[in-house]
């Protein structure tokens, strides 16, 4: 974005800077919406304020919603971990691997990814049916959809507790409805942490 386009938006930058602020400052969730006519720049405002949060050591997660059943959280997952469409297979799933170790401390990486594999098709194939914990919920009928809400929102937490998170979706207009309410879920719960929705 131009400074000739920033200069109208200062008071939108204003408003996103200081909720960043008090998410930081209060380490509490904070929620701001972005709201106007298709065509204003508020694609480009959030890309240009992103990319200060992150400047300003914000972890940042980016998606744009599409409709698609958890499409905007599993966009979510992939702007974190670096995956892309393109990527071969075997890249991804290292990468997945990786921030996934780095998150959790390297506790239970192949169980946190079947979880996270509700949300997100490259992280399902990580799970192994050998493990102990996918065994045991195959055999008690437990909700595997609820198990991965925590378990997504364990990992938002504990990202969250090494730097602030920043989930910036783009669209919300076109998100699907689990996807907004897991978020709405996952967000209102995250008392004690910097996540900014």
């Known amino acids: 974005m131009s400074q000739e386009q920033l200069l109208g938006r200062l008071p939108e930058l204003k408003v996103l800077d200081r909720a960043f602020d008090r998410a930081?400052?209060?380490r509490a969730p904070q929620t701001v919406t972005i709201?106007?006519?298709?065509?204003?720049g508020k694609s480009l405002l959030l890309r240009h304020w992103t990319r200060r949060a992150e400047e300003a050591g914000a972890r940042i997660y980016r998606a744009q919603a599409s409709g698609e059943p958890w499409?905007?959280?599993?966009?979510?997952?992939?702007s974190r971990m670096g995956l892309s469409s393109a990527m071969d297979r075997s890249v991804a799933m290292d990468r997945l691997r990786a921030v996934v170790g780095e998150v959790f401390a390297d506790r239970r990486i192949a169980d946190v990814s079947h979880f996270l594999g509700h949300f997100l098709p490259e992280a399902e194939a990580m799970a192994a049916p050998e493990l102990p914990l996918v065994q045991a919920i195959r055999e008690w009928p437990?909700?595997?959809?609820?198990?991965?809400?925590?378990?997504l929102?364990?990992?938002?937490r504990l990202d969250a507790e090494r730097a602030p998170v920043l989930l910036a979706?783009?669209?919300l207009?076109?998100?699907?409805?689990k996807s907004l309410a897991l978020l709405d879920e996952v967000v209102s719960g995250m008392a004690g942490v910097p996540i900014l929705l």
């Open 173 to 177: 207009d076109r998100a699907d409805a």
């Open 35 to 40: 709201l106007g006519e298709r065509g204003l």
């Open 153 to 156: 929102g364990r990992f938002l």
């Open 169 to 171: 979706c783009d669209d």
């Open 24 to 26: 930081v400052q209060y």
């Open 142 to 151: 437990v909700d595997g959809e609820t198990i991965a809400r925590r378990v």
């Open 71 to 78: 499409g905007l959280v599993a966009g979510l997952l992939r």
